[in-house]
């Protein structure tokens, strides 16, 4: 068994705390995966771990062996944390002794495939990780075929991205692309782009959603650009009926998104 | 003019920390509220204020001014506060130079005034203080006439549910009771309950919401409990088509209250 790290100067450790930077995860091309559902979905979904560092003491459940059994097939390297240095590296409050450094995985449009009539989410700009990983659990609930994040301003490879998604991050298609980019891309697949924004009389329901639609939704404090309000081929509007201004970014995305699963089912 | 609290030993200052603790909340009756959207929407639905603090060098605009005005001609006592203290006080990264301590309103059922027809949300035992601030703000963009959030854990005079509403929890009637009265009091007033659960076949949208609808959402960890499953008119289900077992609960009240706004839309 490998030797566990107990140092908090280890340089394993300090390495892991580096990871939380934006710079160092895109200059490494790395980025961290902590907890149990996280992982196992990580790891069901074939994202390549290098290292994946536990602590016995902290696991919560019982199925924390057979995740440390198959990444280790799968080929990361295995390598045990005493406490005090696990919950250095950790980010959350509650660490569950699961921490590992994984490889950042392709995100651009040409891998996507797109199977006859997709649902998709596009989203432009959303600056708060969290609201980019609710979005993509909400998109996993509504099985869209991918999420599509343009002009980003937040890393999808941000670890409250991977926690707010619960590991949706990788059983959701996603791509990252230019405005321009995405919008011909779109139009050449044959899918149809509605832009929820304030600034139409169409309410969200009077649009078809039955065929190959792409549902854009803007940044939590701009909205929508004029590349996209102009470049989409439908805009609706979601009623607003109290006194605040808006809803959150990531609602605006789930009643949309839904909206077209109900369609999509009746 | 009051002259400034620049000390962090000053008492007031604090008290001010003091009540971000429930018991201390409880005890003493108040809250607080920070942020000028928060308090804007505070002062305009006439919430007591007891103490606006301000540090006029944090003012991200130009309307503090008339809000102080609003905030002291309602009765409030102003007090001006330095940066170093007003930093202290603040539970924000970004501190907006306002914050005051107001008085709790009531929130028993028999304060709420229901019209003909009303939807309302009832959400149970959420634990999670942003979860519970963004149902109400998203309660209040679907144009509730109440939430009633039954056997509640969290507290909804925490300074994170004034945060995460946008102070929506000012905007929105609130009422809070346990469960079986909440039960008995929507029966009463001829409200039909319908019980958000994985657990049916009937799909959110084959109910009929044009009426008096309450819909029922549970706890992100254990959803709702059998007294309310069992107790409510209908089950109904949001359909989930992902590898992910859930939405965050906030966005299945979300989803399911803009099915009822479609359906009272069109």
Request: hydrophobic share 40%.
């Amino acid at each position: 068994m490998t030797e566990s790290i107990v140092s908090l100067q280890n340089p394993r450790i300090k390495s892991l705390v580096r990871l939380r930077k934006r710079r160092e995860r895109d200059q490494s091309g790395r980025f961290l995966i902590e907890g149990y559902r996280e992982l196992r979905r990580g790891v069901d979904r074939e994202v390549e771990l290098e290292t994946l560092y536990f602590c016995e003491e902290l696991f919560l459940g019982s199925n924390e062996p057979s995740l440390i059994r198959d990444a280790r097939e799968s080929g990361a390297e295995v390598i045990p944390v005493g406490r005090a240095a696990f919950e250095k590296v950790s980010y959350r409050d509650r660490p569950e002794g699961l921490l590992a450094v994984a490889h950042q995985f392709k995100t651009d449009l040409r891998s996507l495939i797109l199977q006859e009539n997709p649902l998709l989410l596009v989203v432009e700009s959303i600056e708060k990780p969290g609201n980019l990983g609710t979005m993509l659990r909400t998109a996993d609930a509504a099985g869209v075929a991918a999420v599509v994040v343009t002009d980003p301003t937040t890393d999808p490879f941000n670890p409250n991205v991977v926690r707010a998604s619960l590991g949706c991050l990788f059983t959701v298609p996603l791509a990252i692309a230019p405005t321009n980019e995405a919008i011909n891309w779109l139009r050449a697949a044959g899918v149809r782009t509605l832009a929820t924004t304030p600034d139409t009389d169409t309410m969200l329901w009077e649009s078809d959603m039955t065929g190959a639609v792409a549902l854009v939704v803007g940044s939590e404090q701009y909205g929508l650009s004029s590349e996209w309000l102009e470049g989409a081929d439908e805009r609706l509007r979601i009623p607003m009926e109290g006194e605040a201004d808006s809803l959150n970014a990531a609602m605006a995305a789930g009643v949309a998104l839904f909206e077209a699963v109900r369609q999509r089912c009746v």
